[in-house]
């Protein structure tokens, strides 16, 4: 028992790696041992546990340099290329206008395109005009234009002194990508500006940057500056938050997009504009344009759509005006300053906290551990990576061995494939009854997957033999049995899932039982929703029946939810198994106010973008009482999963 609670105090503690193992365990292993054993109990720290084991040589600097592009172009000449290597959220055009500005390149004298389709010709007459005007060229997004590239890198390499006017200069900007020319990259001056992390740098990098940095346009609400200033605080501190939410991955959003300085830029200077045109600010119509149009326009999911919006509510709203004591965050580390000068903002950013909780975004403390453990995921997947490839074919080594014993053990388990025509023998296609049909296609979607592992399985035991030729496919399925992940052809044929080896040939017998009790002791009276293949065939049968018993057109019913544990209901279908993503605890206390909460098949969330308008992991949307505002789930990011990680 004591030992017991020696170990619990591990497994409870905030900080795991920094509590001693029990005695004699404490004494006895060496670092690398109590490493395993904290990746057993609680594997979110590993990542702080090795950082102190490791030897690090590193430049840090706590404050981000400022972007400067006059010691970039000193470097250059009229032949060599000025290369913007991109990162999400920093958008260095803004930077590259006031600088050709400065140096009095504006009108006819800077030309810029966005490589795209078609845009090669016209970036080639661009270029030449440049060289012999003396004009500068900037090239948008290379990486866009994949098949123009060799193009380019012809034109770069006739460069020379006799043919550029000294005052010509070509800029590019590309994300990495390895179809970029790497004779423009050994040639070229490069430079990158990665966004600031933190939501102080974030916020500071917003208030040096233009527009914000310019006195003028600071000052550019006489008789208003209360409002302005508020606002213009706050939809800069909504900036750093949309930026910073994408560390926390689905539970910050569905899918990462690309927020940068020109949604920011545009947004403060639609804000400064209608704060002047109008006696009251029109909330709705800010909202709209910085919410739907600026932001919202690269949103293409739904849900992180109604994320974004309620997030900017906090922001834009007249309480941020005329409430001194409005707080951004629940502890209230987070505010609008006072009114005052442009230092004033300055000083006060830097004097925010360097780090920031979950708390400001919204977001519970455990969030951490999801972020933490995704860290140790990515650590472990890297270190399996440096061990190099697969095990060859037809050897007698140890790895054959363990391969032979993974693939025979999968096999036992595995069942005989369901009898389609017998199935629909006993259960025919009837008007009255679509999980019939529903049954019936579950067990072909079922078959091909199950045959698929079979086949692939026995092919490998042959292979390991020296019967068959261990192939690329094979060798594939070898590497990954050997690190405990489902093989790429199994996951091409499989239903979404995140799991490991194990745990996934777990649930998939569990999915092969649920169809089997199913076929032999007749339709259940409570389903598994997350055991279907095609979990919206059986959302669609079931609403079939009501509206066939009823006589209803089916694109006139939806769906109503109730959290129940009575017996099977006349009408609709119990189902179970789900899981709640992003909320530790359910209240008690029930209040007419539902939370609208996605349901979707892993933790990903993202999925394809299919015909429907909804990502291919998306189910369905239930409905889920609560006794708080419904802003407080939305921003935590509270999601229904039907299945977990592991």
Wanted: a negative charge; hydrophobic letters at 35%; proline letters at 6%.
């Amino acid at each position: 028992i004591h030992l017991k609670h020696e170990w619990r105090k591990i497994y409870d503690s905030k900080e795991p790696h920094n509590v001693p193992l029990p005695k004699p365990w404490d004494k006895t292993l060496n670092e690398l041992q109590k490493m395993i054993i904290l990746r057993c109990l609680r594997s979110d720290k590993m990542i702080r546990c090795i950082q102190p084991n490791l030897i690090l040589c590193y430049i840090c600097f706590v404050e981000p340099p400022p972007f400067d592009l006059t010691k970039s172009y000193l470097d250059s000449n009229s032949t060599i290329p000025l290369i913007f290597v991109l990162s999400p959220g920093a958008d260095p055009m803004s930077s590259l206008l006031k600088f050709a500005n400065d140096k009095n390149m504006v009108g006819n004298k800077f030309q810029a395109i966005s490589l795209g389709q078609g845009q090669g010709p016209i970036a080639s007459k661009m270029i030449r005009e440049g060289m012999e005007e003396g004009t500068w060229v900037c090239l948008q997004n290379c990486h866009l234009a994949v098949s123009w590239m060799p193009m380019l890198e012809k034109i770069c390499e006739e460069f020379n002194n006799d043919t550029c006017h000294p005052f010509f200069r070509l800029w590019l900007t590309s994300y990495p990508s390895p179809k970029f020319p790497v004779t423009i990259l050994q040639n070229g001056v490069k430079m990158t500006n990665e966004s600031p992390t933190g939501l102080r740098l974030n916020l500071l990098q917003s208030y040096l940057s233009d527009p914000v940095s310019d006195p003028v346009f600071f000052s550019g609400c006489p008789g208003k500056e209360q409002t302005w200033e508020k606002l213009l605080f706050g939809v800069c501190f909504f900036h750093a938050l949309v930026q910073e939410r994408k560390k926390f991955g689905p539970l910050g959003w569905n899918i990462p997009y690309g927020f940068n300085e020109s949604d920011l830029r545009i947004s403060i200077r639609q804000l400064q504009l209608f704060i002047n045109e109008y006696d009251h600010v029109p909330f709705e119509a800010i909202s709209y344009l910085t919410g739907e149009c600026n932001y919202g326009g690269r949103v293409t999911d739904d849900w992180d759509r109604r994320l974004l919006m309620t997030m900017l509510d906090d922001f834009y709203n007249p309480e941020i005006i005329e409430n001194p004591r409005f707080s951004f965050s629940p502890s209230g580390n987070y505010y609008a300053p006072p009114k005052g000068t442009y230092e004033d903002y300055i000083e006060f950013i830097k004097n925010l906290p360097f780090s920031q909780q979950p708390e400001v975004f919204g977001l519970h403390e455990n969030v951490d551990i999801s972020k933490d453990l995704q860290q140790t995921k990515v650590l472990f997947e890297s270190l399996i990576l440096t061990q190099g490839g697969g095990t060859q074919g037809g050897s007698s080594g140890g790895g054959d061995s363990t391969l032979y014993e993974i693939a025979d053990d999968i096999l036992i388990k595995l069942p005989n494939d369901f009898d389609i025509e017998t199935s629909l023998h006993k259960y025919p296609v009837r008007y009255e009854e679509s999980m019939n049909t529903v049954l019936v296609q579950e067990m072909e979607r079922f078959n091909n997957l199950l045959r698929t592992i079979r086949i692939t399985l026995i092919n490998l035991k042959k292979a390991i033999k020296g019967l068959v030729v261990m192939d690329s496919e094979l060798e594939a399925l070898s590497g990954s049995l050997l690190v405990g992940k489902v093989a790429e052809n199994w996951a091409n044929r499989s239903y979404p899932s995140l799991k490991p080896l194990g745990s996934y040939i777990l649930d998939f017998l569990a999915r092969l039982k649920f169809l089997q009790d199913w076929y032999e002791l007749g339709k259940p009276s409570v389903f598994w929703l997350s055991g279907f293949y095609f979990t919206q065939a059986f959302l669609t049968g079931a609403m079939q029946n009501y509206a066939r018993k009823y006589t209803i057109p089916i694109d006139l019913l939806g769906y109503e939810f109730q959290d129940t544990s009575d017996s099977a209901p006349e009408d609709g279908v119990y189902i179970h198994g789900l899981f709640l993503d992003g909320a530790p605890k359910k209240s008690d206390i029930k209040k007419s106010n539902a939370y609208i909460c996605p349901l979707y098949k892993t933790s990903e969330r993202k999925g394809i973008l299919s015909t429907t308008g909804h990502s291919t992991n998306f189910v369905i949307a239930l409905l889920l009482e609560t006794d708080k505002p419904v802003q407080h789930w939305i921003k935590r990011g509270v999601a229904l999963l039907c299945q977990l990680d592991d």
